[in-house]
């Protein structure tokens, strides 16, 4: 019987590392309860991944497969996800904040009819009671929230999560389950529409972002930071970029737009106003460039530099490539 | 075809806050801004565009919330909506996302809607909660985050594709009646106009109570509320270009940020 249970996400044949990211806080949480962590996975993938998860703390491995559970769905998964926590009554359940989970996580909090905490930042115990720790009004103010009732389900924002190794077993067991297909769900039609072979902001470790003050749709010089920093970096934009025309909605970071989490988050040109700090304000180091010294930007980065960012980025760009090219 | 919206009424994005002195909500007056949640907009417009392409095809907008609500809910009948429905809740405070999607869940059930739209999440509590949950207690199917839809009536099936992690798309068909919950970029709402408005006015609302009508389900407690600490520690870089170019670069090199 697992006291904690984690969702462990598999995309593409491979676990995501929201799974250890989980898996290293729901040890953390098992420990302080005095019991096992558990670990749900779907499919035929799943089982291969045992060793990993147990490598970051889990006790069992609990392998779902049946055909529906090949493909991501969420009636099916939910139904799966569902079973397991009916059947091993784990007292907290934590899943993803990921596209996924912010599919997966509702539908199965009301298939148990409990609530789930959705978008958290920490955890910590009260006793038995799961705190979760989350932002609220674009992060103008952080909540503490309770779940009641069993289990308590919440989300977490990924890369937020530190990733611990703590050694356990990570046996597997499997978990009998056959679909109720008299659920209405949908058909996958295509997995991978449009692919724009772009990394993705939501993915990317390094994010180089423009808003207004870039003065138009030219982001010759972020998307050259961007190639040189690497495969993992991106570039970004503000609502005000995006409203202006100057880059596409998907590019958008904020309120409206994506929630990002990059190890490093480079602001050319962005005010920071409330709406665009919510999506980036958990970014592990910040940097901001803005000629503006009274920029609300300034108050949340990490390093500021004042300066016309035209003149700033080509020699940031070019000491760059001196020091990779050493 | 008979579709329902869901919108939530928040307070203006711009409105400074204030915490109460329970520390466990925020100061609301009768006199603070407020407006429609943005993703709703988005789900709204599109709603309106299916009843432009679908003969035949009515638009309810429903709200659940205190008494300010109804005006969020005159506000979609002044973008177009056919019809307005305000679940009248009796509390100014937080009302739980499974509580709140019983209340839609409960309303809607009666009334056979082919499709139900709602905004991916709120601006404010930003979890994205009610319109899956919703999905679920209606055991419809759902697709959450899509930036297309496309009603093909002949087949009684929805055509969405829904953004996903790696920059793609995920395209899905679901046999209606379905919930769709709708991303930003989507679309452009359009404003309230006049004649919708003077209608918006005279029309009236359903306002249906939903106190007796709430579910006994277990929720979650606000414990606290916090403003956020200044973590940054907002150094200001000095020196000539180069100067501030090598100081970065020196510390993205100690945090291990260049691969």
């Known amino acids: 019987m697992s ?71 969420s009636e099916y998964f939910a139904q799966a996800l569902a079973k397991v926590i009916i059947e091993k009554k784990p007292e907290i359940v934590l899943i993803s904040h990921s596209m996924q989970g912010k599919d997966l996580a509702p539908r199965t909090a009301a298939k148990l009819g409990v609530a789930t905490i959705a978008d958290c ?67 996958t039609k295509d997995l991978n529409l449009d692919t724009s072979g772009k990394v993705d902001l939501t993915e990317a470790e390094i994010i180089v972002s423009g808003g207004r003050g870039m003065g138009g749709p030219d982001y010759s010089l972020l998307e050259e930071m961007a190639s040189v920093f690497g495969p993992t970096a991106t570039v970004g934009a503000s609502r005000a970029a995006v409203d202006a025309g100057w880059r596409t909605h998907s590019d958008q970071v904020g309120q409206t737009g994506k929630t990002v989490t990059p190890n490093l988050y480079v602001a050319c040109g962005i005010s920071g106003s409330i709406q665009h700090l919510a999506g980036m304000g958990s970014s592990k180091v910040i940097v901001a460039v803005n000629k503006d010294p009274e920029a609300p930007i300034f108050t949340k980065a990490d390093y500021g530099i004042v300066g016309d960012l035209f003149k700033v980025i080509p020699e940031f760009n070019k000491e760059l490539k001196a020091l990779l090219a050493e | 075809m008979r579709i ?38 988005y789900a709204l417009e599109q709603a309106l565009v299916i009843r432009e392409q679908t003969p035949d095809t009515t638009v309810d907008a429903i709200s659940a919330g205190p008494e300010s609500c109804s005006t969020v809910v005159r506000r979609a ?163 000539t270009r180069k100067d501030k170019a090598r100081q970065l670069l020196r510390v993205f090199r100690e945090r291990s940020l260049l691969h």
């Open chain 1, 3 to 73: 006291k904690v249970m984690i969702y462990g996400e598999i995309k593409g044949g491979r676990i995501k590392k929201t799974a250890f990211e989980l898996a290293s806080e729901g040890r953390r949480l098992a420990d302080k309860l005095g019991g096992d962590l558990g670990a749900v996975v779907m499919g035929s993938a799943g089982e291969q991944f045992a060793a990993d998860l147990g490598r970051y703390g889990v006790d069992t491995v609990y392998v779902v497969e049946a055909p529906e559970l090949e493909t991501y769905n």
């Open chain 1, 121 to 187: 930042i920490s955890f910590e115990l009260d006793g038995s009671s799961l705190v979760a720790k989350r932002p609220m009004y674009a992060g103008k103010c952080y909540a503490q929230w309770v779940a009641l009732g069993s289990p308590q389900m919440a989300s977490a924002r990924p890369n937020v999560l530190e990733v611990v190794e703590t050694p356990k077993s990570g046996t597997v067991e499997k978990i009998a389950f056959s679909a109720d297909a008299s659920r209405a769900t949908y058909t």
């Open chain 2, 4 to 41: 329902l919206v869901c919108v939530k009424q928040l307070l203006e994005p711009e409105t400074p806050l204030c915490i109460d002195e329970s520390g466990r909500w925020v100061n609301i007056s009768q006199t603070t801004p407020r407006q429609m949640n943005r993703f709703d907009e």
């Open chain 2, 77 to 239: 009948l002044g973008m177009g909506a056919d019809h307005g429905i305000h679940l009248l809740t009796g509390d100014q405070g937080y009302v739980s996302p499974i509580r709140t999607a019983s209340c839609i869940a409960l309303a809607a059930r009666s009334r056979k809607y082919d499709l139900i739209l709602a905004g991916v999440m709120s601006e404010d509590m930003a979890q994205g909660l009610v319109g899956p949950m919703v999905a679920e207690m209606l055991s419809l199917p759902c697709a959450t985050s899509c930036i297309f839809v496309r009603v093909e009536l002949a087949k009684a099936s929805v055509y969405v594709e829904r953004e996903i992690e790696g920059g793609r798309r995920q395209a899905l068909e679901l046999d209606l009646p379905a919930l769709v919950s709708i991303q930003s970029g989507i679309n452009k709402p359009r404003y309230p106009s006049l004649s919708n408005i003077m209608r918006a006015n005279r029309q009236k609302l359903e306002v249906i109570s939903t106190v007796a009508a709430e579910p006994s389900r277990s929720c979650e407690d606000l414990l606290h509320l916090s403003y956020p600490r200044k973590t940054r520690a907002g150094v200001l870089l000095e020196g």
